[in-house]
């Protein structure tokens, strides 16, 4: 348990299974292991992120539990979940800025938990709600913007968490696959797994016509990926190299392994696991390949 909050919600985040897919990898192809992050309170990878955020602001008093405090967030859904269960139970108000295109039912969802959503004018660019977040704390300079984009608690929840979960499950890894949004769970991801196997490649999966890495980014249809700047806490040098991935591909592979290895996932994760069989399948037999589900395929169900 953790005591810092006690027994509620927020303790139920972390610990997530590792499942390794069978029925869409070949004999001649590497192991191809998948965390699934919708087994977290919240139900997505970014709970992880909200809540040590929220900790990190704790501990440096620029939160206090109960105050009524107001924060607020541009987001595509998820790390808005996860600061919405924590804002109910330690007592927070919540402003969410999220894209006008994104899953409608995740807007309801965040909307059922009392928080207030703001619709960004997602014509405008792929940062329009982080650009509407800016314009509404020049107004509201009181509110706390938490910034997953520049707040290394994103990194640290996934180098404590995430990455070394895995690690301690694995006696081999030989490459990681993620999505870059805010570029924290492939950091963290990375570092954890880099300390314990050097040799491993890091892969960066990006919507094809992007260019993460250098903060370039097209319109595109992969929800949370490539989101037109460099965020400021990537850490490049654990990264090797991005992989381009297209919207088809990974829509194909969202039902394909519904229909093959029982897991319904997102749109992200349907990317992510397309590069990693793909990898496995240029590695060959004998290696490991991870990657990760960053949330479930119920908030996507209009893409199946």
Request: glycine residues 10%; proline residues 4%; contains cysteine.
């Amino acid at each position: 348990m953790n005591k810092e909050f006690g027994n509620t919600i927020i303790d139920y985040i972390g610990k997530t299974p590792l499942v390794q897919l069978k029925n869409v990898v070949t004999e001649d192809m590497a192991d191809v292991y998948v965390k699934l992050e919708e087994f977290n309170a919240g139900g997505s990878v970014k709970s992880r992120v909200a809540i040590e955020m929220i900790k990190q602001a704790q501990r440096k008093g620029i939160l206090t539990p109960y105050s009524g405090q107001t924060l607020i967030e541009p987001t595509g859904g998820n790390t808005g979940i996860g600061l919405a269960m924590a804002a109910s139970v330690l007592g927070y108000k919540l402003i969410l800025v999220i894209p006008d295109n994104y899953s409608k039912e995740k807007i309801k969802m965040l909307e059922a938990y009392g928080v207030t959503v703001y619709l960004s004018d997602s014509t405008t660019g792929n940062d329009s709600h982080i650009r509407l977040v800016r314009e509404i704390k020049k107004e509201h300079p009181e509110y706390v913007w938490l910034d997953q984009l520049s707040n290394m608690a994103n990194v640290d929840a996934h180098y404590e968490g995430t990455g070394k979960e895995i690690v301690s499950e694995l006696d081999q890894i030989d490459c990681v696959v993620a999505g870059m949004g805010s570029s924290g769970t492939i950091s963290g991801i990375g570092k954890a797994v880099k300390e314990s196997f050097p040799q491993a490649e890091v892969v960066v999966i990006q919507p094809k016509g992007c260019q993460s890495l250098e903060g370039i980014s097209v319109p595109h249809k992969i929800q949370g990926l490539s989101i037109g700047m460099i965020p400021p806490i990537l850490q490049r040098d654990v990264i090797d190299c991005a992989m381009d991935m297209d919207y088809e591909q990974a829509h194909e592979m969202m039902k394909l392994l519904a229909c093959k290895e029982g897991l319904l996932v997102g749109i992200s994760s349907g990317a992510n696991i397309c590069g990693a069989l793909k990898l496995a399948k240029k590695l060959g037999k004998g290696k490991v390949v991870v990657t990760v589900a960053p949330d479930s395929g119920r908030s996507y169900l209009e893409h199946f």
